[in-house]
């Protein structure tokens, strides 16, 4: 199945072409300098889409013949070179709208930003390097290269994020990737769509990390990221028959199961922050051990995948669309963010704003069932929403008194034109009388 995208590297590249020295710096201390050494790749189009269709939703994980193998947050630092350790990416649905929003023309009821319009944007700030340079720089990024959406828009939510442009960097921008891309991968097999989102450049150089066979020619060993350490894509690899992969044939000796990275690698503040303890096993490719997550109390945007074992020990699954709450009890593993142990909540509220999809087995097969999720607030974070709830409904119904008053008064100026018509009309025939009678005294006077 052939596939559609707004993914487009070369658009990215060659806005990075334009770019001074001054603003590339302004773009390397928001953390995404390494992407602005990336090479022209060509997407392998028909070797991507083949890949994709090993997909497997339930396991989250590529399934070929010797066992199945996922990416790893450790693949997308050392492919990409971004931070997968950090603030969680928050898109929050109830977050009101913000005057940068506005500035980029989002709305209330539409809060997207179109790819064009970034472009556009990009091309009259010049050689300006300040704080409005690197937001629209870094949401056509965005755009194009990291969060490719199918209708080549941006979410302006990411705006929340980028309004202190001096703590920008101190996101984990990587993993936010990854868990687009997942979400992308599901969809297009789920759906059985042709449309697909996601940073697939990430995709096709994890395929050359951890598919020994079918690659281009590596170029350095010792570059990173490793997203530029392989010959460049060209269009001769997707013709020629010596760089196909048969995916339904590859053996356990052509896959590298896991990436390790090199010294010099190891000496990246990107990477050595990476726990150690994140150890992935061949073959499924899950967590040998959870890893604890400490000190934290922030939200993420998330996929949470649980196995239940019935009472004949039968295997269950099932795949949430959830918000996580994190905190020093309460621990997560890696990955597509698997929960270690349920998550006991007291004395706090919850608000219900998603749904929750879940694949149950009866005796005639799997059972797909959609029902309500609850996403936990404390009780301070409750009143917070509720107050900018109340905010975004106050504005709405100011647009709607002022649209009411626009349609008064058109309906108002529409009447005072259908009057003057009839006051014109009933003019124009006491003109015509006053004519028909100056015409009859003509006559009469001209026959004297």
């Not at 990215?12 to 302004?26: I, P, Y």
């Not at 790893?72 to 928050?90: E, F, K, S």
């Not at 990430?202 to 350095?220: M, S, V």
């Amino acid at each position: 199945m052939s596939f559609n995208t707004k993914f487009s590297l070369r658009s990215f590249l060659k806005q990075v072409t334009k770019l001074t020295d001054n603003q590339k710096e302004s773009i390397e201390r928001a953390g995404f300098g390494n992407l602005l050494r990336i090479p022209d790749h060509v997407l392998r189009r028909s070797q991507l889409d083949q890949l994709m269709e090993k997909w497997s939703c339930e396991k989250q994980a590529f399934v070929f013949p010797p066992g199945e193998i996922t990416i790893t947050l450790l693949d997308v630092a050392l492919i990409l070179g971004l931070r997968v350790i950090g603030q969680p990416v928050v898109l929050e649905l109830l977050a009101p709208l913000t005057s940068l929003e506005k500035e980029f023309g989002a709305s209330v009821v539409n809060r997207t930003i179109g790819v064009e319009l970034l472009k556009e944007r990009l091309e009259s700030v010049g050689d300006r390097d300040d704080e409005s340079f690197v937001r629209v720089f870094l949401l056509y990024c965005f755009g194009t290269l990291l969060f490719p959406s199918a209708n080549g828009k941006v979410d302006s939510r990411y705006l929340h994020l980028l309004q202190d442009v001096d703590n920008v960097s101190s996101f984990a921008w990587g993993a936010a990737v990854l868990e687009d891309l997942n979400n992308c991968l599901r969809q297009r097999k789920s759906k059985k769509t042709n449309n697909i989102g996601g940073c697939l450049i990430l995709l096709q150089i994890w395929c050359y990390e951890h598919i020994i066979t079918g690659r281009p020619k590596l170029l350095d060993y010792s570059t990173f990221p490793r997203v530029c350490r392989w010959e460049s894509s060209a269009r001769q690899y997707a013709k020629s028959s010596q760089f196909n992969i048969n995916f339904e044939e590859l053996e356990h000796t052509q896959i590298l199961w896991k990436l390790e990275p090199t010294s010099e690698e190891m000496e990246i503040d990107m990477i050595r922050e990476i726990p150690q303890e994140w150890h992935l096993r061949s073959g499924p490719g899950t967590i040998e051990q959870p890893i604890e997550v400490e000190n934290q109390s922030a939200i993420r945007m998330g996929t949470r995948h649980n196995e239940e074992v019935d009472e004949e020990e039968e295997p269950m699954s099932g795949e949430e669309s959830a918000i996580f709450v994190t905190s020093d009890e309460w621990h997560l593993r890696s990955g597509p963010g698997t929960i270690k142990q349920p998550i006991e909540v007291q004395s706090q509220s919850a608000i219900r704003i998603g749904t929750k999809h879940n694949e149950e087995v009866d005796e005639e097969g799997p059972v797909s069932r959609e029902e309500s999720i609850l996403f936990v607030l404390s009780d301070g974070e409750e009143s917070k929403e509720i107050e900018d709830l109340k905010k975004e409904i106050l504005e709405l119904k100011t647009i709607i008194e002022e649209k009411k008053e626009n349609e008064a008064k058109i309906q108002a100026e529409n009447e005072e034109l259908k009057k003057r018509v009839q006051d014109d009309e009933h003019m124009l025939m006491k003109m015509e009388k006053h004519i028909s009678e100056l015409g009859i005294l003509l006559s009469k006077l001209s026959m004297q």
